[in-house]
Nanobody, 124 residues
Framework: QVQLVESGGGLVQAGGSLRLSCAAS????????VGWFRQAGGKEREFVAV????????SYADSVKGRFTISRDNGKNTVYLQMNSLKPEDTAVYYC?????????????????WGQGTQVTVSS
């Protein structure tokens, strides 16, 4: 099981940008698909973006498509989520998760390894 730690969250004004990082331990990180999920207060955890083990396959939720970009650097054991044109409705705790298979629309139960999350708050 890979261990994950998110960072890069914070407070930003609407229209601004943040880049989240997901750092992984272990020597087999490149074998995992990695997804980003978010959870706002009182809501279910929802899919944001996912990237395949090669980095060539990516998929996004409709709500973030065109604004967010997921990428990975397997040499650094790190996955990134670049978030542009942020909106107040993007406010949530963001989690990264690793799983053995790449799916375009994954569910949380498809991932066994999770980070602790990083808070993103977007002010109006």
């Amino acid at each position: 099981q890979v261990q994950l730690v998110e960072s890069g969250g914070g407070l930003v004004q609407a229209g601004g940008s943040l880049r989240l990082s997901c750092a992984a331990s272990g020597r087999t990180f490149s074998s995992y698909a990695v997804g980003w999920f978010r959870q706002a207060g009182g809501k279910e955890r929802e899919f944001v973006a996912v990237i395949s083990f090669s980095g060539l396959g990516t998929s996004y939720a409709d709500s973030v498509k065109g604004r967010f970009t997921i990428s990975r650097d397997n040499g650094k054991n790190t996955v990134y989520l670049q978030m542009n044109s942020l909106k107040p409705e993007d406010t949530a705790v963001y989690y990264c998760a690793a799983g053995p298979l790449y799916q375009r629309s994954p569910r949380p139960e498809n991932f066994a390894s999770w980070g602790q999350g990083t808070q993103v708050t977007v002010s109006s």
